[in-house]
């Protein structure tokens, strides 16, 4: 293969800097009006009235949909698939509110200005019921969600109280991160679209096919008479994984109002329809004999979840299966709140369970007076230590020495506070990071065209993380053809389906379809060129023949373009291939690792904190694109920055509103917060996880990073910040706390 793995640039950036990428807000659809959502300024309650006059009267207002003139929704518009696939959706099918935010009505208007003056002026009457909105409360009914993802709630292996006995050091401690909210360059957005009985969807989504299985279930049509397109997403990161009120609403309102509805939630309306990360409170417990040897771990997680459905952020899972520990238990309990539902968001559960264990760890290898790095490599583990079956490959221990070295960690020195640069304390910190190696199944097609071309498509996503491009790469190398010949299309459930893009599994999935594709399209060009009379290959064994730059060779010296095989054979050649997982998943577990490295300045009378490097070191099976793999890792590295000093969603106790709703408000890293990124990503074979040995990495580079940071501060200022958001506020506190004792 001699594309797979280049450094290609973009196949889709050309579109994307002179703005002819067409995301799904932007499709020129005749007779087009608009919608605005109405949504609810108390968290509970049932809506006793709804005053509509004014607004129904103003210029260009077309319709205003409510839950007294909703059309009814086969089962009450109640899920269509089990969460959290499905998830519980506020259809304007009741009176009923359960949380600040929730849509509560949609005006339709000629222009998005007649919409949006319109929807200001529903009144919605509201008779307010208890609020749950304090987390301290909620806990005393804290329940167990019974299951997370497919694994039990709740896990125990050996015997935690022996193993605690045994230790030669204790620590305890509670770690706690925020909600956070989602926030995507682009917005949430649909235009729904409907000719006689059947429905056009251009949505913003990470799972196209998803959306036409969710919608048609929802609206009770049959998916053949729904098509849902999106060929470009502006960011996704797991809230655009699910279907939210939005899109069924845009076409209930497009139905009612009988024109093409666009329906795109402003930034502010990103704060709650569409789900986030949940609060989590997580305690853990960690015994070691004197050598550093875990004896014992518990990862005890208690996170907010909503009133209208389940939502489980799987923080626990990590500890499982991380270190080599005889003794565990791990637990997941949920606390009701009155706030919108809760979502995937990159990494979910890793991300925050990374970070309580991977501080619990720098607690720990103080406590002993071993080295951070040589603490996690003793505890390394050779097996899955739950699953008691081998790794498909692991290169963490690479990963810890590559990093370490590039970093320059032998340099340390084990005194909290003792580097300096003038008046600025610098602290450094690490921590492993590790990501679950998923894989679904996939189909392609590929075909070749007369005019010496090939086209591969497959209903996949692109987030915007390169699948345009190593899809491409992909195929050309399947295919023999030179990747400026090849078009790569995703993005339409009329294409193949694929799985959805979170989890981070595209590559993984999708890869081995194009792959596969393309290898049977090259095998039945050569069998054309074999049984055409009037090819110069004619008769020749098909194991002889080869396809390099679009052209058939054989070993005797005879070639002919693919192009003038495919004009005589009359048609394109064209195959499409399905692939999916066997039975490797039981026989190996599969995981991406890595190892990052902080550095930190922080000032002591200020508290203010930057960023000054990090050093990240990945074995995450073969990267397909050089340039788009290392592009993917930094953005989760900068993630991981602006969850460990950034972002928090603030959650007013009166009215349950997300009051910095807004993107001034809601801290995010810009270009002065993120500082020089050193990537190194190994050479690892992983022979088990596709026939390309690709794993995903598009979250694997957040994990890690939040507690490589905090425990860089640690080093830096000598007090141990255990809630994220790490701020200058709680770093004084915490100094004036030490220095009065």
């Not at 086969?74 to 259809?91: T, Y």
């Not at 682009?186 to 990470?206: C, F, K, N």
């Not at 979910?348 to 720098?362: C, I, N, Q, S, W």
């Not at 701020?727 to 220095?739: C, F, I, N, P």
Request: with cysteine.
């Amino acid at each position: 293969m001699s594309n797979v793995g280049q450094p290609l640039d973009r196949t889709d950036g050309l579109l994307k800097v002179t703005g002819q990428a067409r995301y799904s807000a932007e499709f020129q659809v005749p007779r087009l009006v608009h919608a605005v959502l109405v949504q609810s300024t108390v968290p509970a309650g049932r809506i006793t009235r709804v005053d509509t006059h004014v607004a129904q009267a103003m210029p260009g207002v077309l319709l205003v949909m409510t839950h007294e003139n909703a059309p009814r929704l086969p089962n009450d518009g109640k899920p269509a698939l089990e969460p959290p696939a499905g998830r519980v959706l506020s259809l304007l099918q009741d009176d009923q509110v359960h949380y600040n935010g929730q849509p509560v009505a949609v005006v339709v208007g000629d222009t998005l200005e007649h919409a949006q003056a319109a929807a200001r002026m529903v009144r919605v009457e509201v008779a307010q019921q208890p609020a749950r909105l304090d987390f301290e409360t909620a806990r005393a009914d804290a329940h167990s969600p019974g299951k997370v993802q497919t694994q039990s709630a709740d896990t125990m292996r050996g015997d935690m109280a022996s193993g605690m006995a045994q230790a030669a050091q204790r620590i305890e401690a509670i770690y706690g991160t925020p909600m956070e909210a989602h926030n995507p360059m682009e917005p949430h957005a649909t235009i729904a679209v409907w000719e006689g009985d059947s429905l056009t969807l251009y949505d913003s989504t990470q799972y196209v096919s998803g959306v036409r299985r969710t919608v048609a279930k929802t609206l009770g049509l049959s998916p053949d008479k729904l098509r849902v397109v999106c060929p470009f997403v502006g960011g996704g990161f797991g809230c655009k994984g699910s279907v939210w009120s939005h899109v069924v609403l845009a076409a209930m309102a497009a139905r009612q109002a009988g024109r093409p509805v666009k329906l795109v939630l402003e930034r502010a309306q990103m704060f709650g329809p569409v789900g986030g990360r949940p609060r989590t409170e997580q305690r853990i417990a960690m015994g070691a004999a004197s050598d550093g040897r875990f004896t014992a771990i518990s990862h005890d997680s208690l996170t907010t979840t909503s009133m209208i459905e389940d939502w489980t952020e799987p923080c626990a899972i990590v500890t499982r299966m991380l270190y080599d520990t005889p003794n565990q238990r791990t637990t997941h309990r949920l606390a009701r709140l009155n706030v919108g539902p809760h979502t995937f968001q990159r990494a979910p559960g890793e991300a925050t369970g990374t970070f309580a264990l991977e501080v619990a760890l720098d607690v720990m290898a103080y406590a002993l007076g071993i080295d951070p790095v040589e603490l996690r490599l003793r505890n390394d583990a050779a097996q899955d230590p739950e699953k008691r079956i081998p790794w498909s490959s692991k290169s963490l221990a690479a990963c810890y020495r590559t990093g370490a070295e590039r970093f320059g960690w032998a340099r340390r020195n084990p005194q909290p506070g003792s580097m300096r640069e003038g008046t600025t304390r610098v602290g450094w910190g690490m921590a492993t990071a590790t990501y679950p190696a998923n894989r679904s199944a996939a189909a392609a097609t590929a075909r070749y065209l007369p005019d010496g071309t090939a086209q591969v498509e497959s209903g996949s996503q692109d987030l915007g993380t390169g699948t345009y491009t190593v899809m491409t790469q992909v195929a050309a190398d399947a295919m023999g053809m030179p990747v400026d010949r090849v078009l790569f299309s995703l993005g339409d459930t009329r294409m193949p389906e694929a799985p959805v893009s979170g989890g981070s599994q595209s590559v993984a999935s999708v890869s081995p379809a194009v792959q596969a594709a393309g290898q049977q399209a090259r095998d039945a060009l050569i069998a054309a060129a074999i049984a055409d009379a009037s090819s110069p290959l004619h008769g020749l064994d098909a194991g002889a023949i080869t396809v390099a730059d679009g052209v058939l060779s054989a070993h005797s010296g005879a070639r002919e373009p693919a192009a003038a095989v495919v004009a005589r054979y009359g048609r394109p050649i064209e195959v499409t291939a399905k692939v999916q997982p066997g039975e490797e998943k039981q026989k190996f577990s599969m995981h991406s690792f890595g190892a990052v490295f902080a550095e930190v300045h922080v000032d002591a009378d200020l508290g203010v904190i930057r960023v000054s490097r990090i050093v990240g070191s990945y074995g995450v099976g073969r990267l397909l694109n050089a340039k788009t793999g290392r592009s993917q890792l930094m953005g989760g590295i900068v993630w991981g920055i602006g969850m460990a000093l950034f972002e928090e969603s603030l959650l007013d106790p009166r009215y349950g509103r997300i009051v910095n709703n807004n993107l001034a408000e809601y801290h995010v890293p810009v270009n002065a917060d993120v500082p020089d990124i050193d990537i190194l990503v190994l050479d690892e074979a992983d022979p088990h996880i596709n026939p390309l040995g690709a794993k995903g990495i598009g979250e694997i580079g957040i994990t890690g990073v939040p507690a490589a940071i905090a425990n860089a501060v640690y080093d830096a200022v000598g007090v141990r910040i255990t809630d994220l958001p790490v701020t200058a506020d709680k770093v004084l506190a915490a100094l004036k706390a030490r220095g009065s004792r």
